[in-house]
């Protein structure tokens, strides 16, 4: 399985920037795919996941209402558009799958147990 994250870059706060994780290896469809952040000294944070199949889409309350995921099935490809960008969302951006179908735990909390993670992608956030 391999995940390839682009798409990072120096934004104005305020503005929008749209990622993109290139997927092979597995099912895509039917696998749950997350976007996840590292921002310096904290600790990973899940944003948003995706299963393209099910029409099953997860987000964060800090993100919820800003960012969106999709899919292009056909290309095997999630994106994640971040509009009203904020200093806070600086961070190290990286998707992540597995061959899971959830995106949720039992729980219902987000599914942090995917393991298979591309490289990240930096987005700074300028105030």
């Known amino acids: 399985v391999q995940l390839q994250a682009s798409g990072g870059g120096l934004v104005q706060a305020g503005g929008s920037l749209r990622l993109s994780c290139a997927v092979s290896?597995?099912?895509?469809?039917?696998?749950?795919i997350a976007w996840f952040r590292q921002a310096p000294g904290k600790e990973r944070e899940g944003i948003a996941c995706?299963?393209?199949?099910?029409?099953?889409?997860v987000y964060s309350d800090s993100v919820k209402g800003r960012f969106t995921i999709a899919s292009d099935n056909a290309k095997n490809t999630v994106y994640l558009q971040m509009n009203s960008l904020k200093s806070e969302d600086t961070a190290v951006y990286y998707c992540?799958?597995?061959?899971?179908?959830?995106?949720?735990?039992?729980?219902?909390?987000?599914?942090?147990?995917?393991?298979?993670w591309g490289k990240g992608t930096l987005v700074t956030v300028s105030s």
């Open positions: 995706i299963v393209s199949d099910n029409d099953d889409t």
């Open positions: 992540a799958s597995d061959y899971t179908s959830s995106c949720r735990t039992t729980s219902d909390s987000f599914n942090y147990g995917l393991n298979y």
């Open positions: 290896g597995l099912t895509f469809g039917n696998s749950a």
